[in-house]
Protein backbone atom coordinates (compact mmCIF):
# COMPACT_ATOMS: atom_id res chain seq x y z
CA UNK A 1 0.00 0.00 0.00
CA UNK A 2 1.33 3.39 -0.52
CA UNK A 3 0.98 6.22 2.02
CA UNK A 4 2.39 9.23 3.08
CA UNK A 5 3.70 9.68 6.12
CA UNK A 6 2.10 12.19 8.60
CA UNK A 7 5.14 12.41 11.13
CA UNK A 8 8.50 11.16 11.21
CA UNK A 9 8.32 7.18 12.03
CA UNK A 10 11.62 5.42 13.24
CA UNK A 11 13.36 3.33 10.59
CA UNK A 12 10.61 4.11 8.25
CA UNK A 13 11.02 7.74 7.20
CA UNK A 14 10.29 11.58 7.87
CA UNK A 15 7.52 13.53 7.44
CA UNK A 16 6.52 13.68 3.41
CA UNK A 17 8.09 10.92 2.60
CA UNK A 18 5.99 8.37 0.64
CA UNK A 19 6.63 5.22 1.42
CA UNK A 20 4.90 1.26 0.26
CA UNK A 21 3.84 -0.38 3.53
CA UNK A 22 2.39 -3.78 4.30
CA UNK A 23 -1.89 -3.24 4.35
CA UNK A 24 -1.77 -4.52 8.02
CA UNK A 25 0.72 -2.58 9.26
CA UNK A 26 -0.79 0.45 7.93
CA UNK A 27 -3.93 -0.13 9.13
CA UNK A 28 -3.15 -1.66 12.34
CA UNK A 29 -0.27 0.53 13.17
CA UNK A 30 0.56 3.63 11.12
CA UNK A 31 -3.11 4.62 10.67
CA UNK A 32 -4.35 4.54 14.41
CA UNK A 33 -1.93 6.12 15.67
CA UNK A 34 -1.87 8.89 13.19
CA UNK A 35 1.34 8.30 11.75
CA UNK A 36 0.77 8.17 7.86
CA UNK A 37 -2.22 8.91 5.56
CA UNK A 38 -2.96 6.87 1.95
CA UNK A 39 -1.53 8.56 -0.75
CA UNK A 40 -3.92 10.03 -3.19
CA UNK A 41 -5.07 13.06 -4.87
CA UNK A 42 -5.88 15.36 -1.85
CA UNK A 43 -3.16 14.26 0.54
CA UNK A 44 -0.61 14.43 -2.25
CA UNK A 45 -2.07 18.43 -2.51
CA UNK A 46 -2.01 18.43 0.98
CA UNK A 47 1.70 17.71 1.45
CA UNK A 48 2.87 20.39 -1.79
CA UNK A 49 1.24 22.84 0.27
CA UNK A 50 3.18 22.00 3.24
CA UNK A 51 6.20 21.35 1.42
CA UNK A 52 8.50 24.30 2.42
CA UNK A 53 7.86 23.53 5.96
CA UNK A 54 8.96 20.15 5.64
CA UNK A 55 12.23 21.30 3.89
CA UNK A 56 12.81 24.22 6.39
CA UNK A 57 12.70 21.23 8.83
CA UNK A 58 15.02 18.54 7.02
CA UNK A 59 17.34 21.70 6.41
CA UNK A 60 17.64 22.33 10.24
CA UNK A 61 18.47 18.58 10.24
CA UNK A 62 20.84 19.09 8.43
CA UNK A 63 22.21 22.17 10.20
CA UNK A 64 22.16 20.23 13.43
CA UNK A 65 24.10 17.32 12.49
CA UNK A 66 26.61 19.22 10.37
CA UNK A 67 27.20 20.82 14.02
CA UNK A 68 27.54 17.21 15.93
CA UNK A 69 29.56 16.05 13.55
CA UNK A 70 31.53 18.57 14.19
CA UNK A 71 32.12 18.18 17.90
CA UNK A 72 32.08 14.12 17.35
CA UNK A 73 34.95 14.77 15.03
CA UNK A 74 36.87 16.92 17.86
CA UNK A 75 35.60 14.22 20.47
CA UNK A 76 38.79 11.98 21.58
CA UNK A 77 36.80 8.87 23.37
CA UNK A 78 39.57 7.75 25.67
CA UNK A 79 38.07 4.21 27.01
CA UNK A 80 40.03 2.46 29.86
CA UNK A 81 39.31 -1.75 30.01
CA UNK A 82 40.40 -4.43 31.49
CA UNK A 83 43.45 -6.47 29.92
CA UNK A 84 46.14 -8.72 29.76
CA UNK A 85 49.92 -8.01 29.93
CA UNK A 86 50.07 -8.55 25.97
CA UNK A 87 47.62 -5.68 25.75
CA UNK A 88 44.83 -8.00 24.58
CA UNK A 89 41.48 -6.85 26.40
CA UNK A 90 39.48 -9.37 28.55
CA UNK A 91 36.07 -8.12 27.15
CA UNK A 92 35.68 -6.08 23.72
CA UNK A 93 34.97 -2.52 23.03
CA UNK A 94 31.69 -2.52 21.04
CA UNK A 95 29.44 -0.08 19.12
CA UNK A 96 27.40 -0.52 22.22
CA UNK A 97 30.36 0.78 24.60
CA UNK A 98 31.22 3.64 21.97
CA UNK A 99 27.46 4.49 22.69
CA UNK A 100 27.24 4.16 25.74
CA UNK A 101 30.57 6.71 26.21
CA UNK A 102 28.79 9.16 23.84
CA UNK A 103 25.56 9.20 25.89
CA UNK A 104 27.47 9.73 29.01
CA UNK A 105 29.37 13.01 27.60
CA UNK A 106 26.35 14.53 25.81
CA UNK A 107 26.07 13.39 22.84
CA UNK A 108 22.25 11.25 22.00
CA UNK A 109 23.91 8.85 19.50
CA UNK A 110 22.02 4.95 19.16
CA UNK A 111 23.98 1.86 19.07
CA UNK A 112 22.90 1.44 15.60
CA UNK A 113 24.37 4.65 14.22
CA UNK A 114 27.62 3.70 15.52
CA UNK A 115 30.17 1.50 13.58
CA UNK A 116 33.49 -0.29 14.36
CA UNK A 117 35.26 -1.77 11.34
CA UNK A 118 35.89 -5.58 12.34
CA UNK A 119 32.57 -5.14 14.99
CA UNK A 120 34.85 -5.01 18.00
CA UNK A 121 37.96 -3.96 19.24
CA UNK A 122 39.92 -6.63 21.25
CA UNK A 123 43.36 -4.80 21.72
CA UNK A 124 45.00 -1.51 23.42
CA UNK A 125 45.79 0.62 21.24
CA UNK A 126 44.53 3.75 18.67
CA UNK A 127 41.18 3.26 16.79
CA UNK A 128 38.25 5.15 14.65
CA UNK A 129 34.45 4.50 14.68
CA UNK A 130 32.14 5.88 12.00
CA UNK A 131 29.02 7.13 13.43
CA UNK A 132 25.93 7.70 10.95
CA UNK A 133 24.53 10.94 11.57
CA UNK A 134 21.37 12.65 9.19
CA UNK A 135 21.24 11.18 5.41
CA UNK A 136 24.51 10.39 4.65
CA UNK A 137 26.82 12.44 6.74
CA UNK A 138 28.78 10.56 9.12
CA UNK A 139 31.38 11.58 11.73
CA UNK A 140 35.01 10.03 12.37
CA UNK A 141 35.38 9.34 16.37
CA UNK A 142 38.46 8.84 17.28
CA UNK A 143 38.65 5.97 20.31
CA UNK A 144 42.06 5.46 22.50
CA UNK A 145 41.69 2.13 24.45
CA UNK A 146 43.81 1.86 26.94
CA UNK A 147 44.52 -1.01 29.61
CA UNK A 148 43.24 -0.99 33.61
CA UNK A 149 46.13 -1.18 35.97
CA UNK A 150 45.36 -4.32 37.13
CA UNK A 151 49.55 -4.67 38.49
CA UNK A 152 48.72 -2.35 41.26
CA UNK A 153 45.86 -4.46 42.71
CA UNK A 154 48.16 -7.32 42.40
CA UNK A 155 51.04 -5.85 44.21
CA UNK A 156 48.33 -4.56 47.47
CA UNK A 157 46.97 -7.68 47.65
CA UNK A 158 49.91 -9.27 49.14
CA UNK A 159 50.32 -6.37 51.57
CA UNK A 160 46.70 -6.76 52.77
CA UNK A 161 47.05 -10.37 53.56
CA UNK A 162 50.28 -9.75 55.37
CA UNK A 163 48.78 -6.77 57.12
CA UNK A 164 45.47 -9.08 58.06
CA UNK A 165 47.92 -11.80 59.57
CA UNK A 166 49.91 -8.82 61.94
CA UNK A 167 45.59 -8.39 62.63
CA UNK A 168 45.17 -12.26 63.66
CA UNK A 169 48.15 -12.13 65.48
CA UNK A 170 47.57 -8.99 67.24
CA UNK A 171 43.81 -9.97 68.21
CA UNK A 172 44.51 -13.03 70.58
CA UNK A 173 47.21 -10.95 72.32
CA UNK A 174 44.39 -8.58 73.14
CA UNK A 175 41.96 -11.48 73.60
CA UNK A 176 44.31 -12.54 76.52
CA UNK A 177 44.98 -9.07 78.23
CA UNK A 178 40.96 -8.56 78.41
CA UNK A 179 40.47 -11.93 80.92
CA UNK A 180 43.25 -10.04 82.92
CA UNK A 181 41.86 -7.33 83.02
CA UNK A 182 38.41 -8.89 84.52
CA UNK A 183 40.84 -10.84 86.92
CA UNK A 184 42.58 -7.36 88.25
CA UNK A 185 39.10 -6.20 88.38
CA UNK A 186 37.74 -9.09 90.35
CA UNK A 187 40.53 -8.62 93.27
Known amino acids: ?11 LGEMGDVKNVA ?16 YNDVTVAYFESRK ?25 VE ?3 PAGSNGKLYGAVSAQT ?37 EAQT ?3 KIAVTAQETETKAKDAPKAKKESKE ?14 AEEAKAE
Not at 98 to 114: D, M, P, Q, S, T
Not at 167 to 180: D, R, Y
Open 1 to 11: MKIILNQDVKH
Open 23 to 38: DGYYRNYLFPHGFAVP
Open 52 to 76: EEIEARKEQKRKDSASLKEKLEALN
Open 79 to 81: LVM
Open 98 to 134: VAEYLNKNGFEIERKRVEIPGLAIKSTGNYHAIIHLY
Open 139 to 141: AEV
Open 167 to 180: AKEEAPVAETSAPE
